[in-house]
């Protein structure tokens, strides 16, 4: 079955460090993969999206990678800030089909 | 001021009572979606619908209604054959852009049981 996997303990991390999230993925052939940011008690706000043609892709602060070959996906938050603090959620799509395959998502905590 | 928004933030249930989730967007998105978060479980599909008058199972439908009669609206009942409704629910809604789809969140219900 299609199963994605991030890391599964939180990250803590000082603040100005870069931050690196990890997100693997089995059986499946994504055309596209996403990163979400979620706050406690909130819901899931989108970051950046990265096609499966692309390599690579930036927005300010924050860099994702994609690897088919490998099957897997880095999230990078350069100098970090406690505001960064998070849980970070992957999810993956395909083509037409309307639903994303979540991971469970990293906790990320930024130390000032 | 464009958005999806969930009421109540909070509700209770009594045993063997139907309560029933809001979810509205004027986003002008096509499809919407209902997702239950539990904790170290990730999102959890309930129910989506990518048209109105339309509405698909997701992996956990079961003890959960919805309907979809206004592309802005589809609320989620929560029914009494639902014997663990306690979670953070979530809505979204999406539309499909050259292949892509990227799912907007509302502020969520914490549903909790008497």
């Known amino acids: 079955s299609q199963k994605i996997e991030q890391n599964s303990e939180a990250l803590n991390i000082q603040e100005g460090k870069t931050a690196t999230l990890t997100c693997n993925y089995t059986?499946?052939?994504?055309?596209?993969l996403q990163w979400y940011r979620q706050d406690p008690g909130r819901g899931p706000v989108f970051l950046l999206l990265?096609?499966?043609n692309e390599k690579e892709k930036r927005k300010e602060r924050l860099k994702v990678t994609f690897d088919t070959t490998l099957k897997q996906s880095l999230f990078h938050i350069t100098a970090s800030q406690p505001a960064d603090s998070a849980t970070y959620l992957c999810a993956l799509g395909a083509g037409n089909n309307r639903k994303l395959i979540w991971g469970l998502g990293t906790s990320l905590a930024v130390n000032p | 001021d464009g958005g999806i928004t969930q009421s109540p933030k909070y509700l209770f249930r009594k045993e063997g009572q139907n309560v029933t989730l809001s979810c509205e967007q004027n986003?002008?998105?096509?499809?919407m979606y209902w997702y239950r978060q539990d904790p170290g479980q990730g999102l959890r599909l309930i129910y989506y619908?990518?048209?109105?008058?339309?509405?698909q199972k997701g992996d956990i439908a079961e003890g959960y209604s919805v309907s979809r009669e206004k592309k802005e609206s589809f609320p989620l009942t929560v029914t009494s054959a639902q014997k663990n409704p306690t979670a953070f629910y979530l809505c979204a809604s999406s539309t499909l852009a050259g292949g892509l789809e990227t799912q907007y969140f509302g502020p969520g219900t914490r549903l909790l049981v008497l």
């Open positions: 986003l002008n998105h096509d499809a």
């Open positions: 619908s990518q048209i109105v008058n339309d509405f």
């Open positions: 059986n499946y052939s994504p055309a596209y």
């Open positions: 990265i096609r499966e």
